[in-house]
C-alpha cells in the first residue's frame, strides 16, 4: 500500500501543477521533489509508461504493474479536478494543429529519452546509490517540455495527458490516443535502449 500513495501522491501533484501553473520550471520542480519524496518507495514512475518500462526491465511484475496504473491514473484525475477547480478551467494538453506528425516524432523520442535516462540512472547497478538521479530525471523531462511543449504538448506520461484531456473529450481525444501510443512505445524503446547500452 505504501508503494500504492506514493504514486499516487507523486502523480497527483505533477498533474495539480501542471493544470494550476502550467509554468514548466514548477512542473520540473514539482517532479525533482517527487521522485526524491518517493523514489526509495516506489522508485517514483508517476507516469504508466515508465511503468511499462520497468516491467521491461524486470524490476517490477506485471501485477506491481497494474497496481501501479491505478495509483497513477487515480492520481491524475484527482489532480486534473482540483485544478479545475482552482483555476474555473480544464487545462488542455494539445497539439498544434497541422503538426501531428511532428508531435509523434517529439512525443516517441522525448519518452525515450526519459525512460532511457531513468533506467540508467535509478537502476543501473553502475549508478547505485547516487544521489542525481532526481535532477537527471527532472532535466530530461524540463528539456522535452521546452522543445515539445508548443507542438505536442509535452506529455510524455499517458496519465497526464487523460488526467486534464479526459475533461474535454470530444475536443482532445486525438491527443489523448497519440500521447498514449507514444508514449508507450517511447518507454518501450528506451527500456530496449537500456538493454543495448548494459547487457
Known amino acids: ?3 500504492f500513495f506514493v504514486e499516487l501522491i507523486g502523480t497527483f501533484f505533477l498533474v495539480f501543477t501542471i493544470g494550476v501553473s502550467g ?3 514548477a512542473i520540473a520542480t514539482v517532479l525533482m521533489a517527487m521522485i526524491y519524496m518517493g ?11 515508465v511503468t511499462v518500462g520497468f516491467i521491461m526491465r524486470g524490476t ?5 504493474g497494474l497496481v ?3 495509483a497513477q491514473f487515480s492520481g491524475a484525475l484527482i489532480g486534473g479536478l482540483l485544478s479545475i477547480w482552482i483555476t474555473g478551467t480544464p487545462k488542455s494538453i494539445g497539439i498544434t494543429e497541422g503538426m501531428l506528425a511532428q508531435a509523434i516524432v517529439l512525443e516517441l523520442l522525448f519518452t525515450s529519452a526519459m525512460m532511457l535516462v531513468i533506467l540508467n540512472v535509478a537502476t543501473s547497478p553502475k549508478s547505485k ?3 542525481y538521479y532526481g535532477l537527471a530525471i527532472s532535466s530530461v523531462v524540463l528539456a522535452g517540455m521546452l522543445t515539445a511543449g508548443p507542438i505536442s504538448g509535452a506529455a510524455f506520461n499517458p496519465a497526464v495527458s487523460i488526467g486534464h484531456n479526459i475533461f474535454d473529450l470530444a475536443g482532445h481525444g486525438l491527443d489523448i490516443a497519440v500521447h498514449l501510443a507514444t508514449s508507450l512505445a517511447g518507454a518501450a524503446l528506451g527500456a530496449l535502449g537500456y538493454k543495448l ?3
Open 1 to 3: 500500500m505504501k508503494k
Open 197 to 199: 547500452i548494459n547487457d
Open 23 to 25: 509554468n514548466v520550471w
Open 39 to 49: 523514489g526509495y518507495i516506489s522508485g517514483a514512475h508517476y507516469n504508466p509508461a
Open 60 to 64: 517490477i511484475t506485471v501485477k506491481e
Open 68 to 70: 501501479y496504473w491505478i
Open 129 to 131: 546509490g547516487n544521489q
